[in-house]
């Protein structure tokens, strides 16, 4: 890596251009870290960050390219005899080929932040002779938002940026997974697009109310219960982090990159944001929710009781954690794991905007609401977190534990709903 970098102390866009070219044809490079490099030479004033992006994005680009030549001209035969010289063997082959049957075109964006599969992508797509126009779109996005992403954290990381560069790779190989998810649920979705619209017209024409319907209920409450265990398995993972003690990297990281985003001009607008999750706001939101639903006149007693229930009952849940952990493990800075507003902010804003879109049929409104329930908590861990005032895995931990909660009594409240329903449908 020394040679590399004094290289790009020399030649800067050129080497950056040429070394990004060869890596995406196979040829073992440290494309990330030159990146992050060039990153800290545009945080010195030595590079542009905009020629920087534009020299690495076009020499992947250009690498991809004619590796998808390469693969076209030569086809799967010669890989599955001499792929192994340039680490494209057979096994990498009928993996590669795995991945786009499950993930389609869309791997070809996620696989830059997937080591060992941005290699072979390009040779692999010619090989199956992916449209060459197709090819282009998803290959030199994919490539622009790769170095576009690492020069950039180079740049905010300056000089740090060696201390935290293997920290950024894991958590990018996180979110490519993450992403390569939700590219196999679309993928899901789109190959069985035609039954699952059947059983939902099924599902509608038993009721002109969407909500109202007995199996639209059913649906709400699978899916339901399905989060609440993919957030109960999250605070899970996080339980046990947090008492082995691994989010030492995690926070510095997290800590650093937040304080050089958002500096001292931004401590007016996040002190602003501070006072969410604090007993003035969930007390407000919580009066406010409790009108709406007296006013609306639908179930008022149920979801007034429930809308009680998360808000005093979160109280509980959030500061009985709180002094479980204290006691299994010191208190680290003022605020304890998990985040109580961070908790409080998700599950009180997030069962008020429920009861607030439950009897709608409006999707826009839907999408609305979730969509400040989202910013006004991802706001409250971002101000306190600014401010010095918490940790982010204290935040993190806030949003996961704050999800079971919500989840669960969303859960329990449509399984009253139901039962009582039943009920008075049996007595008539």
């Known amino acids: 890596m020394a040679w590399l970098e004094h290289a790009m102390d020399s030649y800067g866009y050129l080497v950056l251009f040429a070394a990004l070219l060869l890596e995406l044809m196979a040829l073992p490079l440290p494309g990330e870290v030159l990146m992050s490099y060039a990153g800290l030479m545009v945080y010195q004033g030595q590079l542009h960050w905009g ?11 250009l690498g991809m390219t004619l590796a998808y030549i390469l693969g076209k001209i030569l086809g799967r035969p010669f890989f599955e005899k001499h792929g192994a010289r340039v680490h494209f063997g057979p096994e990498k082959l009928e993996r590669t080929s795995k991945w786009f049957d499950r993930y389609g075109n869309g791997v070809l964006v996620i696989a830059y932040f997937l080591p060992g599969i941005r290699h072979i992508t390009g040779y692999f797509s010619g090989i199956v002779r992916i449209p060459f126009r197709t090819y282009m779109i998803f290959a030199y996005t994919g490539a622009f ?5 690492f020069i950039s954290l180079g740049k905010l990381l300056g000089p740090k940026w060696k201390e935290f560069h293997h920290t950024i790779q894991k958590y990018l190989l996180i979110a490519g997974i993450l992403a390569a998810m939700v590219f196999l649920a679309v993928w899901m979705y789109r190959r069985y697009k035609e039954p699952l619209q059947d059983r939902l017209i099924r599902l509608l024409d038993r009721s002109l109310d969407l909500f109202h319907s007995l199996g639209r209920v059913r649906l709400l409450v699978s899916a339901t219960f399905i989060i609440f265990l993919l957030l109960l398995a999250w605070m899970g993972g996080l339980i046990q982090d947090f008492l082995a003690n691994e989010f030492g990297e995690f926070d510095s990281l997290t800590m650093f990159l937040v304080h050089v985003i958002f500096d001292e001009r931004f401590i007016p607008f996040m002190t602003r944001f501070s006072v969410l999750g604090t007993p003035p706001f969930l007390l407000f939101v919580g009066a406010a929710t409790l009108a709406q639903v007296i006013w609306r006149g639908k179930d008022r007693l149920l979801e007034s009781g429930f809308l ?18 204290q006691w299994i493990r010191p208190v680290r800075v003022s605020e304890a794991f998990p985040g109580e507003q961070t908790l409080m902010t998700l599950a009180l804003a997030g069962f008020a905007a429920f009861l607030f879109v439950r009897h709608r049929k409006n999707v826009g409104a839907h999408l609305w609401a979730t969509l400040l329930v989202l910013l006004l908590s991802f706001l409250a861990g971002l101000s306190r ?4 005032l ?4 204290d935040a993190v931990a806030g949003y996961a534990f704050g999800g079971v909660w919500l989840s669960l009594n969303i859960l329990l409240l449509e399984i009253f709903r139901l039962l009582r329903r ?4 049996a007595a008539t």
């Open 51 to 61: 020629f920087s992006v534009l020299a690495a994005g076009a020499g992947s680009s």
């Open 145 to 149: 938002l790769w170095t576009g992403a």
């Open 308 to 325: 009680v229930f998360v808000l005093a009952g979160g109280e509980v849940w959030s500061r009985g954690l709180r002094a479980l952990f």
């Open 385 to 388: 977190i600014s401010l010095g």
């Open 390 to 393: 918490q940790l982010p895995s």
């Open 422 to 425: 039943k009920k008075g449908e």
